[in-house]
């Protein structure tokens, strides 16, 4: 049974403008120059074929901001464009048991091994600060610094229900959270989609200009990065589900330019065949 996780209340902000952008279907493998953001995301176990965990994530269609030059570079290069930060993005929100932490040396190791990372951002709720502990300690033993703005969405009267017990225990808070609206906050101090999203796109572009010419890694929570793909993607209605233990990676400038190089990327999952599910924000995340 999926448990609805949330954060702390946070004052309802108005929705950012978003940059206009144009659709290119780009490999995995093709990097561009910007700061990178890599997030990761988990929860609880759910089976899954080792079929689908290779080879489903090939490519995916992602969005690229117009006036941005496309730049080829191999996706693990030591180096990134001075004018950018690239910032990898995980949705590595695992449950503190042995399969959990699994998932998250096994993403760790993929980092180290792929990725030069200067610093490690987290959630500071315990679930993700945990993963992102190992993920600094297997880079080199990297500095991990607690965000509070990186929280999953602040659930309101919903908070530590189980999902499928949602709608009988507390109907108002259920209906507000099943809402259309992107401005309906749910009852008990819970979050909007408007005020999710101004939180985290605000702090993710809070990081990147203070790492320019960096790889960071970030890790959160499904809700959250599914405001990150509406700020890279805003022609793309949804990006789907956010996979536990997916890697994804967003390129951003001064110029509030965001470029998602790469989403829902599992392939590090191939040795486990097992995905972590997780309930990530909202009725249709994790």
């Not at 990297?142 to 990186?150: G, K, S, T």
Request: hydrophobic fraction near 35%; charged fraction near 20%.
């Amino acid at each position: 049974m999926s448990v609805l996780h949330t954060c702390s209340g946070v004052k309802p902000p108005r929705h950012s403008s978003l940059s206009s952008s144009e659709s290119v279907n780009i490999p995995l493998g093709i990097s561009f120059p910007t700061t990178k953001i890599i997030l990761l995301h988990n929860g609880k176990t759910a089976s899954t074929t080792h079929n689908l965990i290779s080879t489903r994530f090939l490519t995916r269609r992602v969005k690229m901001a117009e006036s941005l030059p496309l730049v080829i570079s191999p996706s693990g290069s030591s180096s990134v464009d001075p004018a950018y930060c690239e910032i990898i993005v995980g949705h590595l929100d695992v449950e503190l048991n042995d399969v959990g932490r699994e998932q998250a040396v096994a993403v760790a190791d993929r980092l180290a091994k792929e990725f030069k990372i200067s610093v490690v951002y987290s959630s500071d709720l315990n679930r993700a600060l945990e993963t992102a502990r190992t993920i600094a300690k297997t880079c080199g033993g990297l500095e991990v610094i607690e965000d509070q703005d990186l929280r999953e969405r602040h659930l309101g009267d919903l908070q530590g229900l189980v999902f499928s017990e949602a709608a009988k225990i507390c109907p108002d808070a259920h209906k507000a959270l099943a809402s259309q609206r992107t401005d309906m906050e749910i009852p008990g101090g819970g979050e909007s989609l408007d005020q999710l999203y101004k939180r985290c796109t605000t702090a993710l572009q809070r990081i990147g200009r203070k790492h320019k010419g960096q790889r960071v890694a970030v890790v959160t929570h499904g809700g959250v990065i599914r405001a990150l793909y509406k700020r890279a993607c805003p022609n793309d209605k949804s990006g789907g589900k956010v996979l536990n233990t997916s890697v994804n990676i967003f390129q951003l400038s001064d110029a509030k330019k965001w470029i998602l190089k790469t989403w829902g990327d599992v392939s590090h999952l191939s040795q486990t065949g097992v995905l972590l599910t997780g309930f990530g924000g909202n009725r249709t995340s994790g």
